[in-house]
């Protein structure tokens, strides 16, 4: 079993910035994916970035030059930094890790925080 836990977000104004960071604990030797999903109210819970344990990354085409994703994998951690932010990023941010074990995947999920981007 993993636990992810989300420290960041909060309320900015459009054009500014705002830094997620997810630390997993418990289970974490096999760790392949890490990243981020949000979902805006209506919506789908959609990707945001991710990134391998090996350092590859996929974005959003959305976020795409503003957003970036590190990670430290001798801590188990990933964070998202936020540049640019528009109104329509505004979202519950979800922190995600994938656990591949006898090539069973197992998925994980945060508890979730807000980013609330205004005009």
């Known amino acids: 079993q993993v636990t992810l836990v989300e420290s960041g977000g909060g309320l900015v104004q459009a054009g500014g910035s705002l830094s997620l960071s997810c630390a997993a604990s418990g289970s974490t030797g096999s760790l392949n994916t890490m990243g981020w999903y949000r979902q805006a109210p209506g919506n789908q819970r959609e990707l945001v970035a991710v990134?391998?344990?090996?350092?590859?990354?996929d974005y959003a085409d959305s976020v795409k030059g503003r957003f970036t994703i590190p990670r430290d994998n001798a801590k188990n951690t990933v964070a998202l930094q936020m540049n640019s932010l528009k109104p329509e990023d505004t979202a519950v941010y979800y922190c995600?890790?994938?656990?591949?074990?006898?090539?069973?995947?197992?998925?994980?999920w945060g508890q979730g925080t807000q980013v609330t981007v205004s005009s």
């Open positions: 990134i391998t344990s090996g350092g590859s990354t």
């Open positions: 995600y890790a994938q656990r591949v074990v006898w090539a069973i995947t197992y998925d994980y």
